[in-house]
C-alpha cells in the first residue's frame, strides 16, 4: 500500500482555485457564445478573487510545508500570490476594448489565470522538481499570451522568440540542477544545504551545477548578459501582457533566485556573490545606455526594465534582512509602475489603431495634450522608474543603495546611481515628446475602445506608485514580514 | 562491455544530434532525432532506468515522432528560412562560446570526485518505483504536469484557428458552402468546354 504524502488544501487553495478557474472557464465559454468578453470578465475577475483572498486570509500564518515538503506555503510565497493576481486582474481590465479580446478572451484569460497559478508554484518551490514545473507552466503560458496577437508579425515573433530563448534558459537551469543532484543527491533546497555544509563546497561539480543554476535564473530575471529576449518581447507582445511580465515575472523569478540562493546555495555565496556583482553592474549600465538610444517607447521601457533586474541584483548580493526587504519592495513597486506605463502605453495604441498603432517617440509626440491623466500618469511613472521622490521608485531605490552603502558595498550604490542619472536622460525624452508645444493641437481624442477600464488601471497603479513613496511604512512591513523567510533560513 | 556500448550509444547521440541541426531536409533532421531518441533510451538502459528507455521509445520515438513526420509532410519540406542577417562573426563567437561551456563540463566531470555511491535497489527504475514516486514525493510537480499538457492544447486551439474566419455561424457555414458548390459546378461546365474544343481541335 502506497502512503500517500497529507495535502494542506488550504495552503494550495489559490492554485488549486485558479487552475479550477481557468478549466470552468474554458468550459462555460464553450456553450455560451457570443457573450466570451464578459464571461473572462466576469470568471477571471471572480477567480482572482477567490485566488487572492485565500491567499489574504493565510497572510501571517507559520509557514506550511505541503504536498511531500515539494511547496512552501510562508508569507513571501503569498504576497506573491497576491500581487501577481492583482496585476493579472489589471491585465483583464487593459484588455477590455481588445479586439482580439472579444474573438478569444476566455483563452487568454484562461492562460492568464495558469500562469498566475505557475507563479504561485515557482514562488513557494523548495525543490528543483517543483521550481522546474512551475516555471514551465507559467513560461509556457507566456509565451502563448506573448504570441496572442496573431494578426501581428511582431507579436509572433516575440512568442517565437520568448519561446526558444527561453527555452533555452530553462534548459540551462535543468542542466545545473541535474549537476547538483549528482553532487548531494537531491532536488529539495533544504538537503543539499546540508548536503553542501557536510561534505565542504570545493566539489567542481557543485561549482558547475552553480554556474548553470545561475545562467538559467539570471536568464528567466532578463539580467545582463542573459537579457537579449528582453527588447524584442517585451515590445512585440500585446502590451498589456508586457506590463505584467515586466513586473510579475521579474518578481517571480527574483524570489525563485532569492529561494535558491539563500535555501539551497548559502555555502556558496563566495561564488554566487561576485556574479551577481558584475552580472549586477553591467546590467544597470548596460540596460540604462541601450534604452538611450531607442526610439520606440515600448522598447526603451523594456531596456529601462533590464536596468532595474540590476537594481534587485543589489538587494540580493547584500543578503541581509534589510536588502532583501528592499528587493521584495522594489520589485513589488516596479511592478504597479511598469504596469501603469504600459497601461499608458496601450491607451495609447488604442488612440493610434487607425495609424500604425506604434508608440514610437514621435509619434507620441503632443499626444499628453490630447490625454491629460494619461499623460500626467505618465510623468509620475517614468519619474518612479528614475527613482524621484514622493514615488515608491525613490522608496525602493533609496532602501536598496541604502543598504549597500551600509554593508561595504558603495560602489554598487554608486553604479545604481549613474544608472538613474542615464535613466534620466531618456525618461525625459519620453516626457519632453509627450508635451511638445510646436506640436499642439486643441482637438481632443475621441473615446477609445475600453477608455475607462484602462483609466481606472491607470489610476490604481497611480495611487500604488504614490501611497508607497508617500506612506511606505505598510508597504514596507508587509515586504518586511515576507523577506523575513529568505533571511531566517540563512 | 557496458564501456563500449556506452560510447558508440554516446557516439551516436552526439552525431545524430548534430545532424538534427545540421540538415537541411527537414525530414532527414527528423529521423536524425529518431535516431538521437534511440540512443539515449540506449544510455537510459545502461543506467538501469529500463522503465524510462522503453518509454522513450514508444512515447517520444513512437507517437510524438509520427507526430512531427505527419506536421512536415502536411506543411511540406519547405519554410526552411535562410540564415537572414547573421553575421559570420556571430556564429564564430557561438562555436567558440559553446566550445568553452563544452571543454568546462568535460573538465568538471573528468576531474571530479564522486565519493558517495548511492546503492541501488532491485526494483529501481521498474515502473512500480516509478509511479510510487510520481504519487509520493513528486505529486504536486505530477499533478501540475498535467495542467501544463491542457494548455499546450489550449495553445494548439489558438494557433490553430488564427488563419480562418472565426466561429462562423450555420447560415454563413451553408452560404459559403453553396457558394463553393456553385463555383465548382462552373469550373466543371468550363472544363466539359474546353474537353470538347479540344476533341474538336480547334486553335488556342
Redesign the interface.
Known amino acids: 500500500m502506497?502512503?500517500?504524502?497529507s495535502?494542506d488544501w488550504f495552503a494550495?487553495a489559490p492554485e488549486v482555485a485558479l487552475?479550477v478557474g481557468a478549466?470552468t472557464l474554458?468550459i462555460v465559454a464553450a456553450f455560451a457564445?457570443g457573450h466570451e468578453r464578459g464571461l473572462s470578465i466576469v470568471l477571471g475577475g471572480a477567480t482572482l478573487l477567490v485566488s487572492g483572498a485565500f491567499a489574504v486570509a493565510a497572510w501571517g500564518d507559520a509557514p506550511v510545508l505541503t504536498?511531500?515538503d515539494?511547496?512552501r506555503v510562508d508569507d513571501l510565497t503569498e504576497l506573491v500570490r497576491i500581487t501577481v493576481a492583482l496585476l493579472a486582474a489589471l491585465v483583464i481590465l487593459l484588455s477590455v476594448g481588445w479586439p482580439r479580446f472579444r474573438?478569444?478572451g476566455s483563452?487568454f484569460t484562461?492562460?492568464l489565470l495558469?500562469v498566475c497559478?505557475?507563479m504561485g508554484?515557482v514562488a513557494g518551490s523548495t525543490s528543483f522538481?517543483?521550481l522546474?514545473?512551475?516555471l514551465?507552466?507559467f513560461s509556457?503560458?507566456l509565451y502563448?499570451l506573448c504570441?496572442?496577437d496573431?494578426k501581428s508579425r511582431a507579436s509572433l515573433e516575440a512568442g517565437f522568440k520568448y519561446l526558444v530563448l527561453g527555452t533555452i534558459g530553462s534548459i540551462v537551469l535543468v542542466y545545473g540542477a541535474a549537476f547538483l543532484y549528482?553532487?548531494t543527491?537531491s532536488f529539495m533546497y533544504d538537503d543539499i544545504a546540508t548536503s553542501l555544509a557536510k561534505?565542504g563546497s570545493g566539489?567542481?561539480?557543485v561549482?558547475?551545477g552553480t554556474a548553470l543554476v545561475l545562467v538559467g535564473l539570471l536568464f528567466k530575471v532578463g539580467a545582463m548578459p542573459f537579457h537579449m529576449w528582453v527588447p524584442d518581447v517585451y515590445q512585440g507582445a500585446p502590451t498589456q501582457v508586457t506590463g505584467f511580465m515586466a513586473g510579475a515575472t521579474k518578481l517571480v523569478a527574483f524570489v525563485a533566485l532569492a529561494r535558491i540562493l539563500l535555501d539551497a546555495l548559502p555555502s556558496q555565496e563566495h561564488l554566487w556573490s561576485p556574479v551577481l556583482i558584475i552580472a549586477a553592474i553591467v546590467t544597470i549600465i548596460g540596460g540604462n545606455i541601450a534604452a538611450l538610444i531607442q526610439t520606440n517607447v515600448k522598447r526603451m521601457i523594456a531596456w529601462s526594465s533590464v536596468g532595474a533586474a540590476g537594481y534587485a541584483l543589489i538587494g540580493i548580493i547584500v543578503n541581509g534582512e534589510q536588502g532583501l526587504r528592499g528587493l521584495v519592495f522594489y520589485l513589488g513597486a516596479y511592478a504597479f509602475t511598469a504596469m501603469g506605463a504600459f497601461a499608458v502605453i496601450a491607451l495609447f495604441e488604442r488612440d493610434q489603431a487607425r495609424e500604425n498603432g506604434h508608440a514610437t517617440l514621435d509619434g507620441m509626440r503632443a499626444w499628453g495634450f490630447s490625454r491629460p491623466f494619461a499623460g500626467m500618469a505618465m510623468v509620475v511613472f517614468l519619474l518612479a522608474f528614475a527613482g524621484f521622490p514622493p514615488t515608491a521608485g525613490f522608496i525602493g531605490k533609496f532602501i536598496v543603495s541604502g543598504t549597500a552603502v551600509t554593508n561595504g558595498y558603495a560602489y554598487l550604490a554608486i553604479i545604481g546611481a549613474i544608472g538613474s542619472v542615464i535613466g534620466l536622460g531618456y525618461y525625459l525624452r519620453i516626457i519632453l515628446s509627450l508635451y511638445d508645444r510646436s506640436r499642439k493641437t486643441d482637438v481632443g481624442l475621441p473615446a477609445a475602445p475600453g477608455l475607462g477600464a484602462i483609466s481606472l488601471v491607470i489610476l490604481l497603479c497611480l495611487a500604488v506608485v504614490l501611497f508607497g513613496g508617500i506612506l511606505p511604512g505598510v508597504l514596507l512591513d508587509w515586504s518586511g514580514q515576507a523577506s523575513a523567510f529568505l533571511a531566517i533560513s540563512r | 562491455m557496458d564501456l563500449v556500448v556506452f560510447f558508440l550509444a554516446a557516439l551516436a547521440a552526439i552525431a545524430t544530434a548534430v545532424a538534427v541541426v545540421a540538415q537541411k531536409n527537414p525530414f532527414v533532421s527528423a529521423l536524425a532525432l529518431l535516431g538521437n531518441l534511440v540512443a539515449l533510451a540506449v544510455l537510459m538502459l545502461l543506467l538501469e532506468a529500463q522503465f524510462v528507455a522503453v518509454a522513450q521509445i514508444i512515447v517520444y520515438a513512437g507517437a510524438v515522432m509520427v507526430m512531427f513526420l505527419f506536421v512536415i509532410a502536411y506543411v511540406g519540406p519547405r519554410g526552411e528560412v535562410g540564415p537572414g542577417e547573421r553575421k559570420p562573426w556571430q556564429i564564430w563567437l557561438a562555436i567558440l562560446a559553446a566550445a568553452l561551456i563544452a571543454i568546462e563540463v568535460v573538465a568538471v566531470v573528468y576531474g571530479a570526485t564522486f565519493s558517495d555511491w548511492a546503492e541501488i535497489s532491485g526494483d529501481y527504475g521498474s515502473p512500480a518505483a516509478i509511479g510510487k514516486s510520481l504519487v509520493t514525493n513528486y505529486l504536486l510537480a505530477f499533478e501540475i504536469v498535467s495542467v501544463v499538457l491542457f494548455m499546450g492544447a489550449v495553445a494548439g486551439v489558438i494557433f490553430g484557428s488564427g488563419g480562418r474566419p472565426l466561429r462562423l455561424s450555420n447560415d454563413e457555414v451553408l452560404a459559403k458552402e453553396a457558394a463553393s458548390a456553385e463555383q465548382r459546378r462552373r469550373e466543371d461546365s468550363r472544363a466539359v468546354l474546353d474537353a470538347a474544343r479540344d476533341s474538336m481541335g480547334g486553335d488556342r
Open positions: 502506497i502512503q500517500a504524502p495535502v494550495i487552475i478549466f474554458l457564445k504536498m511531500a515539494a511547496f474573438e478569444h483563452e484562461a492562460l495558469l497559478a505557475g508554484i522538481v517543483t522546474f514545473v512551475g514551465e507552466l509556457l503560458s502563448v504570441a496572442f496573431g549528482g553532487a543527491g561534505s566539489d567542481s561539480i561549482v558547475l
